[in-house]
């Protein structure tokens, strides 16, 4: 088949992206699984946004510090001058922000942050967010949304994309030639024993950027967040206990219920202090408490987590409930400039599978979902203007060769090897220099 722009993933990044897209453009979505399973709709604590010009040198100065000032600062300040145009766009589509009595918004604090800037609905906000845009999707006549479809490869010629192979959900073989491709594919936590992401994101993007030679950027740089609910089944997707519950005043304590750090540290630094902690105490976790926040705060804030860590036997009104660090973020990706363009021809990427400088080495907290919309809109207006010439690609009688991707089990093993070879390698490269 054949449409004009395809995007792969279903996150926030493109969904925003492709409900900036002309409607005149046929917009063909395919998605790993379901279309409300990606990571986006998993972000608890909020989104971030200058809420005023003064702030302005204090959340730039947050955000280069805590990605330890490898952070393009030109990408940074593109996200944060454009952030209240993004949380304008929110707001119109319908989007909810928890709001004070006389109507302004409300806003939290997390990790590393100077300053109350972070809006959020309750803990579910990237539910909010990305649900209320993935129904916007589904209401437009141009954007087609396909599920239970996995990019295999992508079709490429002359380092220029022309679309990709797909596994549709009859489990059959097929492709889909665009003139453009966006990969908004996700992260890649699914490689790892313990993550907060739904363990179908793999890396796909990153996998094929690999087959290909198309420019990667930073792809070592992976965050851990400190606290999880921790579980003995490994086998369970970590369940996040956000950021924002510390902003609120939650603190952490070892294993004689004594506190042993500054709970707002970065989320690298406050990782690497819980696992020191952890190893004193020759205990798989550490504990979190809830004590210094008021029960309507908790049930106001957190209902989410609240109903969560009952759900597995701990009440937070009363008791400490076990935490430990798991992945949560990549901070690297394919290298894109400040309008989500790669190396590769007709090739886009956005959201977590893209690198565009913004968080360096770390990311501050709540910056993602910003990110992810501001540089999805930018996409979106740039491709907009782009004109291609549809005799580049061609769709001939010819049957393609399928035999690479026949054997799911293989291919998907292959690409993982793939990608967590080259962490290594690009890590034991950082340990020599």
Known sequence: MKTDILIIGTGCAGLFCALHLPKDKNIYMITKEKAEHSDSFLAQGGMCMLREESDYDSYFEDTMHAGHYENNPESVEIMIRSSRDAVEDLVSYGVEFHRERDGSFSYTREGGHSAKRILFHADITGKEITGKLLEKARRQPNIQIVENCAML????????????????????LDRIYADITVLACGGIGGLYPHTTNY???????????????????????????????YTEETEERSFLI???????????????????????LPRDALTKEIYSQMEKDGKPFVWLSMEHISDEEIRRHFPNIVEHCKSKGYDVFHECIPVVPAQHYFMGGIKVDKFCRTSMERLYAVGETACNGVHGKNRLASNSLLESLVFAKRAAKDLSCRKFNATHWKETGKEPDYSPYEDEEHLAETYKKNVLSEIERLNKLCMIQ
């Open 242 to 264: 956000s950021e924002s519950v510390r902003g609120e005043g939650a603190v952490l304590y070892n294993a004689n219920k004594e506190r042993f750090v500054n709970e707002l």
């Open 199 to 229: 363990r179908h994101l793999t890396g796909d993007g990153i996998a094929v950027a690999l087959e290909h030679g198309i420019e990667l950027e930073h792809i070592n740089y992976v965050q851990i967040h400190p606290t999880t609910l």
């Open 153 to 172: 490869d992508l079709i490429c010629g002359e380092n220029a994309c022309y679309g990709a192979y797909v596994r549709n959900k009859e489990g059959k």
